[in-house]
């Protein structure tokens, strides 16, 4: 590093997001470690998990959801209403480690919605 420049100077850069309306120029190592970034990885999971159960759940009937507690509301209230209000409070929780800071536990809890939740899901409809 030469003197006067900064090493976050030399970092690769993804370049200007003019959709944003401010003219940001974002590195590619702040984008991958931004908690805002994790934060909106899980809500994005979080929609397709919802939206691919509630569709599973329309052709197969209630034995496609494996959560025992949301079969049973399901079977109360509905798979729209069950899955929405389910996905809402794992969506809003998310939000609360996002205020408190607490990155590693939301990138863990990310992890285990690919893992466990989206990932079979696109296992089994590759087959389909």
């Excluded at 959801?65 to 509301?73: F, G, K, M, R, Y």
């Amino acid at each position: 590093m030469t003197k006067g420049t900064r090493e976050e100077d030399n970092l690769p850069c993804l370049g200007f997001l003019p959709y944003l309306g401010v003219a940001a120029v974002v590195k590619l190592e702040t984008l991958m470690l931004s908690p805002r970034f994790v934060l909106t990885i899980f809500v994005v999971l979080q929609v397709a998990d919802g939206l691919i159960t509630f569709g599973a759940v329309r052709v197969f009937g209630l034995a496609a959801e494996a959560n025992p507690v949301l079969q049973t509301w399901m079977q109360l209230l509905g798979p729209g209403v069950t899955l929405l209000t389910a996905k809402t409070v794992a969506c809003a929780g998310a939000v609360l480690l996002y205020c408190a800071g607490r990155q590693r536990t939301l990138i863990a809890l990310t992890t285990l919605v690919v893992s466990l939740a989206v990932g079979p899901w696109l296992a089994v409809l590759h087959d389909v």
